[in-house]
């Protein structure tokens, strides 16, 4: 029998309704397919209103979805057995202020009907591997937001559970932070938990997440590794072939025939050449041309389009794409 998906969303419709008398409604969700597989680490990307918290409330179970259906470690979402293996970091985690992180991480043990012999074992534990070692008895009210941050990562990982669910993980925290915050969740996927991470910072996401799935308008405009989306939106993104030259500037100026370029002069008799390729095969005939006309090849960078730029042209194309629903 094949293992279930750590994540399985089936056609997923949310609708709310806005006012009393004329009441409209409006579609958070429009049927979104979605496979998160177990031991991946997965982002979800999306403007604000793009439908991301509806879609983490429906896996949570705090709300339930108009139509389709979601299930978690395969058991329905918001389920008993559901939420018993899950780890949850809200975006804001709010801690009693007379607490200290040591009763924090008390108070959400049993919450989580965690036995006290794991809480006092792990406790320290994890303070320490969130970087909160030495900080434990100090009162959380003290705290600055990425510390508050670091402690709720603490609190998601205190029973142990096969899926984090990470809203804005790196929220509050400087570069040092983000790095030792990435280096935990690469240690987690090697653990073998399934890291699935809402986050605004698309660096971070480009850097720490195997597949990476685009959400805008309730809809799924693309899903895969940053490279598979790079491709799926290569139309609109052409890499950037950046070229210093050296030669007569006739000879170079004659590489503009079919090119969408830019020249620009450089000292001691250079030229910047820059254009646009969609494939290897373009650049490779480009470079041709250029030793037939003995022009002098100085240098040659290739630029391939950011997760940012890919992001921003998924969004901006109101179509679902191909193959967006790619489990």
Same mark, same amino acid.
């Given at each position: 029998?094949?293992?279930?998906?750590?994540?399985?969303?089936?056609?997923?419709?949310?609708?709310?309704?806005?006012?009393?008398?004329? %009441?409209?409604?409006?579609?958070?969700?429009?049927?979104?397919?979605?496979?998160?597989?177990?031991?991946?680490?997965?982002?979800?990307?999306?403007?604000?209103?793009?439908?991301?918290?509806?879609?983490?409330?429906?896996?949570?179970?705090?709300?339930?979805?108009?139509?389709?259906?979601?299930?978690?470690?395969?058991?329905?979402?918001?389920?008993?057995?559901?939420? &018993?293996?899950?780890?949850?970091?809200?975006?804001?985690?709010?801690?009693?202020?007379?607490?200290?992180? @040591?009763?924090?991480?008390?108070?959400?043990?049993?919450?989580? %009907?965690?036995?006290?012999?794991?809480?006092?074992?792990?406790?320290?534990?994890?303070? +320490?591997?969130?970087?909160?070692?030495?900080? &434990?008895?100090?009162?959380?009210?003290?705290?600055?937001?990425?510390?508050?941050?670091?402690?709720?990562?603490?609190?998601?990982?205190? /029973?142990?559970?096969?899926?984090?669910?990470?809203? +804005?993980?790196?929220?509050?925290?400087?570069?040092?932070?983000?790095?030792?915050? %990435?280096?935990?969740?690469?240690?987690?996927?090697?653990?073998?938990?399934? @890291?699935?991470?809402?986050? /605004? !910072?698309?660096? +971070?996401?480009?850097?720490?997440?195997?597949?990476?799935?685009?959400?805008?308008?309730?809809?799924?405009?693309?899903?895969?590794?940053?490279?598979?989306?790079?491709?799926?939106?290569?139309?609109?993104?052409?890499?950037?072939?950046?070229?210093?030259?050296?030669?007569?500037?006739?000879?170079?100026?004659?590489?503009?025939?079919?090119?969408?370029?830019?020249?620009?002069?450089?000292?001691?008799?250079?030229?910047?050449?820059?254009?646009?390729?969609?494939?290897?095969?373009?650049?490779?005939?480009? @470079?041709?041309?250029?030793?037939?006309?003995? !022009?002098?090849?100085?240098?040659?960078?290739?630029?391939?389009?950011?997760?940012?730029?890919?992001?921003?042209?998924?969004?901006?194309?109101?179509?679902?794409?191909?193959?967006?629903?790619?489990?």
């Amino acid at each position: 029998m094949l293992e279930s998906p750590a994540i399985d969303v089936q056609q997923v419709r949310k609708s709310y309704h806005d006012g009393w008398l004329n %009441r409209h409604s409006i579609e958070a969700l429009q049927g979104v397919d979605l496979t998160v597989r177990r031991g991946e680490v997965f982002g979800l990307l999306g403007p604000n209103g793009a439908g991301k918290t509806t879609l983490i409330k429906i896996l949570l179970g705090i709300v339930r979805c108009t139509a389709g259906s979601a299930s978690l470690l395969g058991a329905p979402a918001g389920s008993r057995a559901a939420r &018993q293996r899950i780890g949850y970091l809200p975006e804001n985690l709010s801690f009693p202020s007379h607490h200290t992180a @040591v009763r924090a991480l008390q108070l959400y043990g049993r919450l989580s %009907r965690v036995s006290e012999r794991v809480i006092h074992s792990r406790s320290l534990e994890l303070l +320490e591997l969130v970087g909160l070692a030495g900080r &434990q008895h100090e009162l959380v009210r003290k705290y600055s937001k990425g510390m508050r941050q670091r402690l709720g990562l603490a609190q998601a990982l205190l /029973h142990e559970p096969e899926l984090l669910i990470l809203d +804005e993980p790196t929220d509050g925290l400087d570069p040092v932070g983000r790095s030792e915050i %990435r280096r935990l969740i690469s240690a987690l996927r090697e653990q073998g938990k399934t @890291v699935f991470l809402n986050s /605004h !910072i698309l660096q +971070e996401v480009e850097l720490v997440c195997d597949r990476v799935a685009i959400l805008a308008d309730g809809t799924l405009r693309g899903v895969g590794t940053p490279r598979e989306l790079t491709t799926q939106f290569h139309g609109a993104l052409s890499s950037r072939v950046r070229m210093e030259l050296g030669g007569e500037l006739a000879a170079i100026e004659s590489l503009r025939a079919g090119h969408e370029h830019e020249l620009l002069k450089l000292p001691e008799g250079k030229w910047q050449f820059s254009t646009t390729a969609e494939t290897q095969s373009e650049i490779d005939q480009l @470079v041709d041309r250029i030793r037939q006309k003995n !022009i002098s090849l100085l240098k040659l960078d290739r630029t391939r389009p950011s997760l940012e730029e890919v992001f921003l042209s998924a969004v901006e194309d109101k179509r679902v794409q191909p193959g967006s629903t790619n489990s």
